[in-house]
């Protein structure tokens, strides 16, 4: 089945702890993505990665790292989380980005709390 | 930059009665995309419709309908014979030719027996 998977689906963790969330897709897209979602905000882009090593910052980037060594796979990191990262994130991805009619499939999301 | 509006945080209708969630957006680019997305209570992203911005004939996919006005900057989506399963968060979305979706902030639908 093609899909976009997250991990965890839910984290509890406090100030300042290092923690990850992994992102993998299975449809050998090129481009992936991750965003942010807050009640009244909509959805905001982190970081995309338009390829294996390349990578760029979207319109809220402070305080996120990504990285993309291979094709499939597309890590969140928080290196000091803190409380106003408390949000949930949503990881997609897409076939061909240059095409503005590609559908962007997204994973099931994370829901994270920084205490 | 790009700026999509939903006016409308919250919107309720009766089950089998018809809806539309409004949205406008802003650009100065000619070829671009529409989207609405549902966010069920599961939180999944879940691509309801979507419109090409050269096309004049409005999307339709089953009880879902758009009602797109370029010229206004307007994209609109109707739900007709509203199902209790249509209850959710929706958001309206645009793309260029680049990378990133631009989102709404999103219009929560009831649907009421």
């Known amino acids: 089945e093609a899909q976009v998977t997250q991990n965890p689906r839910y984290l509890i963790t406090v100030t300042g702890k290092k923690l990850t969330v992994t992102c993998s897709q299975n449809?050998?897209?090129?481009?992936m993505s991750w965003y942010r979602q807050d009640p009244g905000l909509g959805l905001r882009q982190i970081y995309y990665?338009?390829?294996?090593?390349?990578?760029d910052k979207g319109d809220v980037p402070e305080g996120y790292k990504v990285s993309r060594k291979e094709k499939r796979n597309f890590p969140l990191i928080l290196e000091s989380p803190s409380p106003n990262q408390t949000s949930l994130y949503f990881c997609?991805?897409?076939?061909?980005?240059?095409?503005?009619?590609?559908?962007?499939?997204f994973g099931p999301g994370t829901r994270l709390t920084v205490l | 930059a790009q700026t999509v509006t939903q006016s409308q945080p919250e919107m309720s209708v009766q089950e089998a009665e018809t809806v539309t969630l409004s949205c406008t957006y802003d650009?100065?680019?000619?070829?671009?995309?529409l989207f609405w997305y549902k966010q069920p209570p599961s939180r999944q992203m879940i691509l309801v419709i979507r419109?090409?911005?050269?096309?004049?004939q409005n999307a339709t996919e089953n009880r879902f309908s758009v009602n797109f006005q370029k010229a206004a900057k307007s994209f609109s989506l109707k739900i007709s014979d509203s199902q209790l399963g249509d209850a959710a968060m929706y958001f309206c979305?645009?793309?260029?030719?680049?990378?990133?979706?631009?989102f709404g902030k999103g219009t929560s639908l009831l649907v009421t027996p």
């Open positions: 997609a991805s897409t076939l061909e980005p240059r095409l503005a009619s590609s559908e962007q499939f």
């Open positions: 990665s338009m390829n294996v090593e390349v990578t």
């Open positions: 650009t100065s680019e000619s070829d671009y995309y």
């Open positions: 419109q090409e911005a050269y096309k004049q």
């Open positions: 449809m050998n897209h090129e481009y």
């Open positions: 979305a645009y793309r260029t030719s680049g990378y990133a979706l631009n």
